[in-house]
């Protein structure tokens, strides 16, 4: 019956718990959300699971990790934009939020000339 399918585990729902960690501005939300990944991971292995990564799941890590106002977060934001570049999935390429987030990273950590940088090396590339 239909009650039985309400509390379906699915990826969107999960999404919006992944969404209150990244703008909680914890220093544990982006290991928190890690964490939920690899659970929403092993549920999708065992079948527990309906639907699959895309950007925004990711988006909300990058998210994350620009509320934490640190280079190494910045850091890691970048290098996670360039893993989601690199996916043959075009449903993990990054987008517009995905580079926003990254270029705020930089510049919540004090570095907005890492912020422009960044950006002109996406802009370059994309024209192309």
Same mark, same amino acid.
């Given at each position: ?5 309400f509390l ?31 659970r929403?991971?092993?549920?999708k292995?065992a079948?527990?699971l ?5 950007? /925004?799941?990711y988006?909300?890590?990058l998210? =994350?990790?620009?509320n934490?106002?640190?280079? #190494?977060a910045?850091?890691?934001?970048? +290098?996670?934009f360039?893993?989601?570049?690199g996916q ?12 926003? /987030?990254v ?5 919540? =950590? ?6 422009? #940088?960044?950006l002109r090396?996406?802009? +370059?590339?994309?024209?192309?």
């Amino acid at each position: 019956n239909d009650k039985d399918n309400f509390l379906e585990a699915d990826v969107r729902t999960w999404g919006g718990v992944m969404a209150a960690w990244a703008s909680s501005g914890r220093t544990d939300a982006p290991e928190r959300i890690q964490q939920l990944m690899k659970r929403l991971e092993e549920m999708k292995q065992a079948q527990d699971l309906v639907g699959e990564f895309a950007t /925004s799941t990711y988006n909300q890590l990058l998210s =994350a990790y620009s509320n934490q106002h640190t280079v #190494q977060a910045a850091q890691l934001a970048e +290098d996670l934009f360039h893993w989601m570049e690199g996916q043959s999935d075009e449903k993990l390429h990054p987008n517009s939020d995905s580079c926003l /987030s990254v270029v705020l990273a930089w510049s919540h =950590a004090g570095k907005p000339e890492r912020s422009e #940088q960044f950006l002109r090396r996406v802009y +370059d590339r994309e024209k192309r």
